[in-house]
C-alpha cells in the first residue's frame, strides 16, 4: 500500500483541491478531499488526473505512419492506403511487431494514454500459415503491454472473408485468417495464458466484411458474455453501399436488426450513419470509437458526434493508425470537425460540462473504458490509472483548474503530461520511460530492416 497527496485531482464531482488517497493491490482507496498531507503521503508533482483511454489501436501500423502522404492516384482512398498497409503486413516478424508495439506504447503513455484496445488482425507467417504456437503474434503485441506497463484490452479478430456474403479471402489477407474453432482456440489460450490485471480480453470481428452472420451468432454464443465486443463498421461509404448491395440495409442498420446492439459493442468509426442508426446506437448505449486523425488522414467522413452527445449516447477516441499520438490532438480534431461541418463553436459538451475540454476528456475516459470492459476514474476500486501535469508552462500556471482541460486541447500543442501511473506503478517519470532508448534505437534498427 501507497499514500500520496496531491493539490489537486480531477474526480467524479471535478476538480478538487488537497487530495489524499492511497493505491492498494493496484487500485484507488480511501479518496479524500480537502484533508491535509499526511508525513507517509508521497506529494505528486502537479495536479492529477485520469489517464486517457486509447480505445482503437492496430499496433504495427505505426510502422507506416506518415509514409502513405504521396499521391499514387488521382483516385487515392482508403482502399489504395490499404493495399500499401498490405505490403507491410507480408514482412512482419513477431520480433518486429513487439518491437514496434514497444515503441508505440512508450509513446502513448508519455501523451498520457494508460490503456489501449489492441485490435489485433496479424496472426499468421507470411505465407498465411499458422505459428507453431498460433498465438505467437498475440503474445508479441500482448508482451509489448506488460514490458512497458500499458493496460492492454487485447481484441484479437475473427477474419474470415473479402467482402460481404462470405466472399473468399484474398492474397493480402492471408495473414488474418480464422475460422471460428480455431478463433475461439486462440481467444482461450490467450485468457488461459494471462496472470496480469493490467491485461483483460475481448471479442472483435474485423468487419462485417470479414465475417458471417453465422459466424457473429457462432462466436457470441460461445463466448464470455462480458467481455466487450469490437467491430469496424460504416467507415467508407463504398462499404456501405455494398452492404446495400448485399442485404437491402446500411451496415449499422443491419448489425442491430440480424445481430442486436448493446452495451457490450463498440463500433468503431460509424461514420456514415443515417438518424435512424444513430437512435439505434443512442438506444443500446453501444460506444462509438471515433479515430478522429486516422479517420482525416484516411478521408473517411465525419461522424455526427454532436448528435450522438445530445442524444445522450457515448464515444471515445482511438489512434488506429497513429498518425497522431495525443489525446488532446484527438479531441480538438473531433470537436473542429463539428465546428467546421455546423459552421459553429463548441459543439461538444453536456449539462455539467459547459467547457469542451472538461466535457471531452471525461467522457472518453469514462465510455472508452467503457468500450474496454472497465471502470475509469479517480474513485475507489478502480484500477489506480493516473497522470500528472507539469502546470509550470505559462498559460497553464495562470489558469484555474476548471481551464487546464480546455488549454491542453485547445491552447497549444505542448504536452503537460508530466508523470504517468498505470496500476500504481510509476511507468513515466518526468516524461521520461526507463526502456525509452532501448526501445527506440531497436525501433530504429526494426525500420531499417523492414525498408
Ligand atoms: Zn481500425
Known amino acids: 500500500m501507497k499514500s500520496y497527496y496531491a493539490d489537486y485531482a480531477l474526480l467524479s464531482t471535478g476538480w478538487c483541491p488537497q487530495v489524499r488517497f492511497q493505491v492498494i493491490n493496484g487500485q484507488f482507496a480511501n479518496i479524500q478531499a480537502n484533508s491535509k498531507a499526511q508525513v507517509q503521503d508521497i506529494h505528486l508533482s502537479g495536479p492529477i488526473l485520469p489517464g486517457m483511454v486509447n480505445l482503437h489501436s492496430h499496433a504495427f501500423q505505426r510502422a507506416m505512419a506518415g509514409l502513405a502522404e504521396v499521391s499514387l492516384n488521382p483516385a487515392d482512398s ?209 460506444v462509438v470509437g471515433i479515430c478522429p486523425s486516422t479517420e482525416a488522414n484516411l478521408g473517411d467522413g465525419i461522424f455526427p458526434a454532436a448528435a450522438l452527445a445530445q442524444g445522450g449516447g457515448r464515444f471515445g477516441i482511438g489512434s488506429d493508425s497513429h498518425v497522431c499520438l495525443s489525446p488532446a490532438e484527438e479531441i480538438r480534431l473531433l470537436e473542429y470537425s463539428q465546428r467546421l461541418q455546423q459552421q459553429q463553436r463548441n459543439r461538444l459538451y453536456d449539462e455539467n460540462h459547459a467547457s469542451v475540454g472538461n466535457y471531452m476528456y471525461q467522457k472518453c475516459v469514462a465510455d472508452g473504458a467503457a468500450a474496454c470492459g472497465l471502470s475509469a476514474g479517480l474513485a475507489e476500486g478502480n484500477r489506480a490509472d493516473f497522470i500528472s501535469l507539469d502546470i509550470s508552462y505559462p498559460t497553464l500556471a495562470c489558469a484555474a483548474p476548471e481551464k487546464w482541460l480546455d488549454l491542453w486541447c485547445f491552447g497549444s500543442n505542448h504536452n503537460p503530461v508530466r508523470d504517468v501511473y498505470v496500476a500504481g506503478n510509476h511507468v513515466i517519470n518526468q516524461g521520461q520511460h526507463h526502456l525509452q532508448d532501448s526501445t527506440y534505437l531497436a525501433m530504429q534498427a526494426c525500420l531499417k530492416q523492414l525498408r
Not at 474470415?160 to 484474398?170: C, V, Y
Not at 495464458?193 to 459466424?215: D, E, M, P, W, Y
Not at 461514420?271 to 438506444?283: A, G, K, N, P, Y
Open 78 to 286: 482508403f482502399w489504395s492506403w490499404r493495399d500499401l498497409m498490405y505490403g507491410l503486413v507480408n514482412k512482419l516478424t513477431p520480433e518486429q511487431v513487439q518491437t514496434i508495439a514497444s515503441f508505440l506504447y512508450i509513446d502513448m503513455l508519455k501523451a498520457g494514454y494508460t490503456q489501449v484496445a489492441e485490435f489485433h488482425y496479424l496472426h499468421h507467417q507470411s505465407n498465411g500459415q499458422a505459428y507453431d504456437n498460433p498465438a505467437t503474434m498475440a503474445l508479441a503485441v500482448r508482451d509489448a503491454a506488460l514490458d512497458t506497463g500499458i493496460g492492454q484490452t487485447l481484441l484479437p479478430v475473427l477474419y474470415s472473408h473479402s467482402d460481404f456474403g462470405g466472399q473468399p479471402a484474398n492474397d493480402g489477407q492471408k495473414r488474418f485468417l480464422h475460422d471460428v474453432d480455431s478463433y475461439l482456440q486462440l481467444q482461450q489460450q490467450l485468457h488461459d495464458s494471462n496472470t496480469s490485471s493490467r491485461i483483460n480480453q475481448g471479442l472483435c470481428f474485423h468487419s462485417l466484411r470479414a465475417v458471417t452472420k453465422a459466424q457473429i451468432q457462432h462466436t457470441l454464443a460461445a463466448s464470455n458474455a462480458n467481455w466487450p465486443i469490437h467491430i469496424h463498421i460504416a467507415e467508407q461509404q463504398k462499404e456501405v453501399n455494398n452492404c446495400i448491395s448485399w442485404s437491402g440495409q446500411r451496415p449499422v442498420a443491419w448489425l442491430a436488426n440480424e445481430i442486436g446492439l448493446n452495451d457490450r459493442w463498440c463500433l468503431v468509426h460509424a461514420t456514415h450513419i443515417d438518424d435512424r442508426e444513430l437512435q439505434q446506437i443512442i438506444q443500446s448505449q453501444a
